[in-house]
């Protein structure tokens, strides 16, 4: 008698694919951190992943995308957040759905410094190599739009809810976070300076309400 034909398992194939693309990511960014854009190879990042060549090159369009990939990965905090949209990510959910302008911008200010130790390494890798590369160069001018964007929307966002100062409309609301939250500010309090990542929270914080918001709902 014909032996059963085993069904096709495509969630496990789709887990295993997604571990696999998850372990590729993390070993690009380390690789990255570690040898710089142009040292880094796809053999050396295969190596530090355990996986064939032939499965990195399947998993991003080259080195490059190698890199935006790790980008991402850092400003989410993981492979797999960062394929989800950027209101939908809980944290950020929680800020937009928290009623209080002041603590919205708490809550906003307690995300930078994770964001930009996790982020930083590379985007200084990214940086450094985008002098010489066109398509890095325009990899770094999306991902300083594209942080622009968000900083509008969460902007238009307060600005919808009557909370911004007369004086700040949305457009400059989201100037001025941008550049608060700038990782230049990190890089000088945090690296240079020493200060510790509670003192950064407190400073963005401080220094958005009482740019941002009227004084009366100013702490």
Sequence with gaps: MARPKRRYDSTSRRARAAETRTRIVEAAGRVFVELGYARATIPRIAAEAG?????????????AGLLEAAVLAAVAGGVERADV???????????????????????????????WSRVGPLLRV?????????????????????????????????????ALRPDVPADR???????????AGYDAFVLARGWTHDEYERWIGDTLIHALLPQNDAD
């Design 126 to 162: 990214l940086d450094a190599a985008a002098a010489t590369d066109e398509v890095l160069e325009a990899l770094r001018t999306q991902q300083a739009e594209f942080r622009h964007a968000g900083l509008r929307r969460f902007a238009g966002l307060l600005e919808s809810r009557g």
């Design 85 to 115: 949209p950027v209101e939908e990510r809980p944290a950020i959910r929680r800020i937009i759905d928290e009623p209080d302008p002041r603590r919205q911008l708490r809550m906003y200010a307690a995300t930078q410094p994770g964001i």
């Design 173 to 183: 609301a989201a100037d001025i976070i941008w550049t608060v939250c700038a990782q």
């Design 51 to 63: 996986v064939a060549v032939e499965t990195v090159y399947r998993s991003a369009t080259g080195k």
